[in-house]
């Protein structure tokens, strides 16, 4: 099996492309196969030469859509579609001068008639052509198969004019439909802008300009002033700032150093860095998020999954009440059979279903467009729907409410002094990567290293320095060895504990920050009728006091990851709720809530587990997130009634003879019009 991925250029009706996709999920030699509606990617798995795939598919699209070209590179017949849609413009801009003048000028009837069919060709054979050939393929209920009934009846009933205007508003409504359709699949594809070029990799002291996907773990890269960082890694040599826009959404510079951990994404800006590669391209930071925007479409709302069942039913229910309407009229009143033809194409005009078929899913795509613009990525439709339903939010502590940087709060001298005890943990925690090592390493630099260090995970470390026996660590470490702990007590803070193996020399005592806005965050969540919780595995004193400044309802502390999904399954008892949280202990969190919100500095399987991305790293997003969720459900349901309503109204009035024609094309292509121009209120705040 090969995995293969081409594109549909020129689809950007989302109801050919479910039939498309529909279709070709029903052949054997198409495996495992979904399209990406915004990117225009077909993917699938095959065993057969890509050259027959293409023919084969190009067939199929054909018989379902005309004017779509399956292309093998992103790039490919671009410029042939770019003339076709002026084309497009130019024909619209004829007929409609054409039209004016037949309307004013007093010809000759016969060349009249002539000249309005031939208007009718040059705007309407393009919608006729198909309907036509898919007669024999059975894919032919669809809208343009309407507009070449109702616009043939009319022709036949003598209104001539009135049929041309069926096709040239049904077309200008096309046109008007496929630029709103790609202006919101530019606002999401902005976020692929992510994907760096190129990395300059070391090599014997060459540097030789590769895809980021040929460099392999444990290789360095060189960064240059004005370039992106293309992978995930650490700083070796060099020092600069660093815009991290791509990745925050806001233009806010950090400065990094040697040692230091930088994210594909960011710019450098100052000076060149160079950088082992810590994780390849596909497990880096950006390939994630470009990976779950790329895939946003497959995972729909439960809105776009219900108007794709009802568009399969609608258009041949009503191309029968048409018929019957017909018949009823024609055979037991006295209308004539023109005027039964007549007003049987005014209801199938009336009916066409475009405007649920686009403005739906359009709505969906402009509100994953809105989050990516801030930030926020989802991995479908029915995450943001279920943004919507949560009524409580549960956050894990550290790196989501409060920074996971530590500073010391104090020193407690009890055997030593201040600096002989900052000294000797600085010592010990100089080869950890832990938030907490890390403060104590900051606050004294020593150049003293430490012999035979044994780390015992979880609770501390043991070493020896310059002949001496510490012990750095928790309370538990302590009581292993049997150190005497008593007149200690619980204090605020976190607690690394300093020994010789005898006795206590003292206790650092570390803070973590709470993060900027987060009480506001969490008393705006409540305005929004959402409980929020927090829980952590730090011990309880030092949550609670972290969850009163914020403000949080409950919160529980000393827990273990099982813990924690224990209590999200009680609360979910009565509520929905979204788990905030960004380390590997919160993926099993994120996995078993409703709805699973990682943050974007988080760790890789937190990232894949969750629902959501916020790569602010700021839990104002999850505020922001569920107002623009609730405004994309809101739109949608709009965009429901408003098409249903109007067209039932119009359909009424239609039936029993008060709609003319253009006020049909109106009912069709205008609603379809107001729903868009309504979807695309979402970009709005």
């Known amino acids: 099996m090969n995995k293969y991925i081409f594109h549909l250029r020129g689809l950007t009706c989302a109801n050919c492309a479910g039939k498309i996709e529909e279709e070709l999920k029903s052949r054997d030699e198409l495996k495992n196969l979904h ?7 077909l993917v699938f798995e095959s065993e057969e030469e890509t050259s027959e795939l293409r023919n084969k598919i190009q067939e199929i699209v054909d018989s379902i859509e005309d004017g779509v070209f399956v292309t093998e590179d992103l790039g490919e017949e671009i410029e042939e579609e770019e003339e076709e849609e002026s084309f497009s413009i130019y024909k619209s801009i004829i007929v409609l001068v054409g039209l ?64 041309v205007a069926v096709m040239l508003f049904y077309s200008v409504g096309e046109i008007i439909q496929d630029k709103a359709v790609d202006s919101s699949k530019k606002s999401i594809r902005e976020a692929l802008k992510l994907k760096p070029d190129f990395a300059n990799l070391m090599i014997d002291g060459e540097i030789k300009k590769v895809d980021p996907s040929e460099v392999a773990i444990g290789q360095v890269i060189l960064i240059r002033p004005g370039e992106k960082v293309p992978l995930d890694g650490k700083i070796l040599k060099g020092s600069s700032n660093l815009d991290t826009s791509n990745i925050s959404g806001e233009f806010a510079p950090v400065s990094l150093e040697e040692g230091d951990v930088i994210i594909s994404g960011f710019v450098n800006l100052d000076s060149s860095l160079e950088v082992e590669v810590t994780k390849t391209y596909n497990e880096g930071t950006i390939a994630k998020i470009i990976d779950m ?83 926020i990525f989802v991995k479908g439709g029915n995450s943001i729907e279920a943004l ?78 310059e002949g001496k026996s510490y012990l750095v660590g928790n309370k538990k470490l302590m009581e292993d060895f049997g150190i005497d702990l008593e007149g200690n ?39 929004r009728g959402v409980k929020t919780y927090m829980f952590s595995g730090d011990k309880d004193r030092v949550v609670e006091e972290i969850a009163r400044e914020v403000g949080i309802d409950y919160y529980k502390g000393s827990l273990l990851p099982e813990d924690k999904v224990n209590e999200i399954k009680k609360i979910e008892k009565n509520k929905k709720v979204a788990f905030v949280g960004d380390g590997t202990n919160d993926a099993p969190s994120l996995a078993s809530a409703y709805l699973g919100i990682s943050m974007g500095s988080g760790s890789d399987i937190a990232i894949e587990t969750s629902d959501i991305v916020l790569l602010k790293n700021d839990i104002s997003s999850i505020v922001r997130a569920i107002d623009i969720a609730k405004r994309v459900k809101k739109i949608a349901y709009q965009n429901i009634f408003i098409a249903l309503f109007l067209k039932v109204l119009v359909l009424g009035l239609g039936a029993v003879g008060y709609v003319s024609m253009p006020l049909a094309v109106f009912a069709d292509v205008g609603v379809a019009l107001i729903c868009i121009l309504n979807a695309l209120r979402v970009f709005k705040e």
Do not use: W
């Not at 399209?35 to 990617?41: G, I, K, S, V």
């Not at 939010?393 to 002094?417: H, L, Q």
């Not at 010592?427 to 390493?441: D, F, L, N, Q, R």
């Open 489 to 527: 007590k619980e204090s605020n803070f976190v607690d690394v504990f300093v020994a010789d193996k005898e006795k206590v020399l003292g206790v650092i005592k570390l803070k973590d920050q709470i993060k900027d806005g987060v009480k506001d965050s969490v008393n705006k969540l409540h305005q």
């Open 388 to 465: 919507t339903d949560i009524r409580g939010v549960a956050f894990d502590k550290t790196g989501t409410v409060t920074k996971g940087e530590f500073i010391i709060a104090e020193v407690e001298e009890i055997s030593a002094s201040r600096d002989e005890i900052l000294e000797i943990a600085s010592v010990g925690e100089a080869y950890s990567t832990h938030p907490i090592a890390k403060a104590i390493v900051k606050a004294f630099k020593s150049k003293k290293t430490p012999d035979h260090l044994n780390n015992l995970g979880g609770k501390g470390i043991e070493f020896e320095l």
């Open 293 to 375: 925007v790329k895939n946003a479409s497959v995972n729909k709302a439960e809105v776009e999954k219900f108007i794709t069942r009802f568009a399969k039913i609608y258009t041949p229910i009503v191309i029968g009440l048409a018929v019957i309407l017909f018949l009823v009229l024609n055979f037991a009143t006295d209308h004539t059979f023109k005027e039964a033809l007549y007003r049987a194409a005014i209801f199938l005009v009336i009916s066409c279903p475009c405007a649920l078929a686009i403005s739906v899913p359009l709505t969906i795509f402009a509100g994953i467009g809105s989050l990516s613009r801030r930030s």
């Open 100 to 163: 004016v003048i037949l309307h004013f000028a007093k010809l000759n009837e016969k060349f009249t008639i002539i000249s309005y069919l031939i208007l009718y060709l040059i705007i309407g054979y393009d919608v006729i052509k198909p309907s036509i050939t898919k007669i024999v393929t059975g894919n032919f209920m669809d809208e343009k198969f309407l507009m070449t009934v109702a616009s043939l009846a009319a022709i036949i009933s003598g209104e001539y004019a009135e049929a």
């Open 35 to 41: 399209y990406d509606f915004l990117n225009d990617e």
